[in-house]
């Protein structure tokens, strides 16, 4: 409305001064609150675009008494360009980066040879560290920039954690809650102890269920004296819930989901609040057929996404919206998932992927070693066909004989199980390439033959294979496509009952990715070798990310019931079998049950 305040957001995550206008998360900031208070150090975790750092911002903090606990300004550890590299090139970037963050505006960041436990130390007022009891509290956002790959910065990263658990050791007041997305938690796990000595808590943030969405619509009008007609509200968050599918008799059938995305109920009600006339007081459900669409509001998000992506990347449109809708919608109009290859995606490279996921158009999770990807929702999926739409009656360019195009046939097959086909045109595709051309093609082309070979028991081939691609990817300087290819070997290896041998391939693909299944294969590793302290950390670091998954859960169990625990087992057993009752079948989890059960 025209004069006054906008109260939702869209894109832009809530701050401190917009604490009257954030809803829907006050059950979580209350939670992270009180273990924040409670602990060392506190880790807040969930998906890009989820409200995390909104969360923290203007639900957590705006909350504290400040005669109650001295809270620091939200930090960041990355440096940017506020770093001066070239006249300070022996600094840490991220602790000089944390503590300009922590202290913009007096210059105590300025003394480049104080650590992070004098800084603190010497922070304004009694709560740090000068004798009371009151804590004091310090944020570290997007935590998840630590563990990016900056070649210039990686060699700092071991001396920044030191120096932030000499913090945490050595300034009793000092409680750090730490925020990161939930696909780099993986990174931070294994240095929780070294940081907080075994006082840290985790809490994960989802997505908003229907209560908190409805909250999330109907409270930021009332701060400016509007509000909703009566179902309006009800029928807004309904419609950002609903699922649309095609059966095959050509109907259509609508189902309400449980859950609603924060992102796309703020774009919603960003772009309804913008279209009111002023005069408007409540808002009708007219208003949300001529301001709030939400499948032309979605589409217009999606649109503005593409365009944006597509000129990064240098493709064109209409091939990025074919690609989106090809790839990620099945003809009966639901969402469908591709799997991320070394380096590409169904064709397009793995960077435009990973954009898209971080502009909240589709979201990644791991199975079975691969990153799979599909739409964040259900309910993009009419917004990326009517994107699209437009397009498809512009005549298509004629395919040729590019590598590329075989390889990506190549890769659709083998995400549909059709292995054949999928050798055929992988075959082709590196002949086509030539033996000095398109090396990343190639390279696909070898690591995809490789795990054809490995699935036809030609294990000989298998590693000839994945060798080749190893050695064109890192010709390329492509350490992440180098890792991903060690994990797919290490559980070859796995499988050939090598266990050392892919302890120590799984081991070097850790240190170059974050791959939940890795560290569960390793974790299969150290048990077969009998290292089950070794295994339960393995598994339970899986378990932290992923509490729910039934394999993780039998792998400990198992673990348990072969280690000094047997008797503990038994619950993760049961509730694997539960979960996934096709575990069954596995001879060694059914034995490995009737064990713990006679041992509890």
């Known amino acids: 409305m025209a004069g006054e305040s906008v109260p939702y957001q869209g894109l832009r995550a809530f701050e401190s001064v917009d604490r009257a206008v954030f809803f829907g998360r006050s059950a979580e900031s209350k939670a992270v609150r009180e273990l924040w208070r409670e602990h060392r150090m506190l880790v807040v975790y969930g998906p890009s675009g989820v409200g995390k750092t909104s969360l923290v911002r203007a639900g957590v903090i705006p909350e504290f008494d400040i005669d109650a606990a001295t809270v620091l300004p939200v930090g960041r550890v990355s440096a940017g360009p506020a770093y001066p590299g070239a006249g300070m090139p022996h600094r840490n970037p991220y602790s000089f980066a944390l503590r300009s963050s922590w202290s913009p505006a007096d210059g105590t960041h300025g003394g480049s040879e104080t650590s992070l436990a004098e800084f603190l130390r010497g922070v304004t007022g009694p709560a740090g560290g000068r004798g009371d009891d009151r804590p004091l509290m310090a944020v570290i956002d997007q935590f998840e920039e630590l563990f990016e790959d900056r070649p210039e910065s990686r060699a700092f990263q071991p001396a920044f954690l030191d ?31 070294r940081l907080a000595g075994g006082d840290c808590a985790r809490i994960a943030l989802g997505a908003l269920g229907v209560e908190a969405a409805l909250e999330a619509v109907t409270g930021p009008p009332r701060s400016v004296g509007r509000g909703f007609a009566p179902g309006v509200a009800e029928r807004l968050v309904d419609d950002l819930r609903t699922a649309v599918a095609l059966e095959a008799d050509g109907t259509v059938r609508r189902a309400l989901t449980d859950e609603v995305e924060p992102t796309h109920l703020q774009i919603v009600c960003d772009a309804l609040w913008r279209g ?82 971080r502009r909240h158009i589709l979201r990644a999770e791991w199975r079975a070693g691969d990153r799979w990807y599909e739409l964040v929702h259900d309910r993009l999926i009419e917004p990326v066909r009517a994107g699209n739409r437009p397009w498809l009656s512009l005549e298509a360019p004629a395919p040729d004989g590019r590598p590329a195009l075989f390889l990506r046939a190549a890769e659709s097959a083998f995400a549909v199980g059709d292995l054949g086909r999928s050798a055929d045109n992988a075959r082709t595709a590196l002949a086509l ?61 796995l499988g050939r009952g090598r266990f050392a041998d892919a302890a120590a391939v799984l081991k070097a693909a850790l240190t170059r990715v974050n791959d939940p299944d890795a560290r569960l294969d390793l974790a299969r590793a150290f048990h077969r070798m009998g290292q089950y302290p070794a295994a339960l950390a393995m598994v339970n670091q899986v378990l932290i990310v992923a509490p729910g998954r039934a394999d993780a859960l039998a792998e400990r169990g198992r673990v348990l019931v072969a280690g000094p625990a047997p008797a503990e087992a038994v619950a993760d057993l049961e509730t694997a079998l539960r979960m996934r009752p096709d575990l069954g079948a596995d001879p060694a989890i059914r034995a490995a049950l009737e064990l713990a059960r006679r041992s509890a």
Do not use: K, Y
Request: with cysteine; charged share 25%; hydrophobic share 45%.
């Open 163 to 193: 120096e932030l658990g000499e913090a945490i050791a050595t300034v009793p007041a000092l409680r750090v809650l730490v925020v990161i997305r939930e696909d780099a938690l993986t990174s931070l796990l294994p240095h929780t102890d």
């Open 276 to 357: 009111l006339p002023p005069a408007v007081r409540s808002v009708t459900f007219g208003h949300l057929v001529s301001h709030a669409g939400v499948d032309e509001t979605l589409r217009r998000f999606c649109a503005q996404a593409v365009v944006e992506v597509a000129a990064r990347f240098a493709v064109e449109e209409r091939e990025l919206w074919g690609w989106l809708e090809r790839t990620f919608i099945t003809a009966a109009n639901t969402r469908n998932t591709a799997f991320e290859g070394v380096s590409a995606t169904s064709g397009f490279a793995n960077q435009i992927a990973r954009e898209l996921e």
């Open 433 to 493: 390439t030539g033996e000095a051309g398109e090396t990343r093609v190639r390279a696909e082309a070898e690591a995809l033959l490789g795990r054809l070979a490995d699935r036809a028991g030609q294990p000989d081939e298998a590693d000839t294979r994945l060798a080749a691609a190893l050695e064109l990817f890192d010709s390329l300087g492509d350490q992440n496509a180098v890792g991903r290819l060690l994990a797919v070997r290490g559980r070859m290896l």
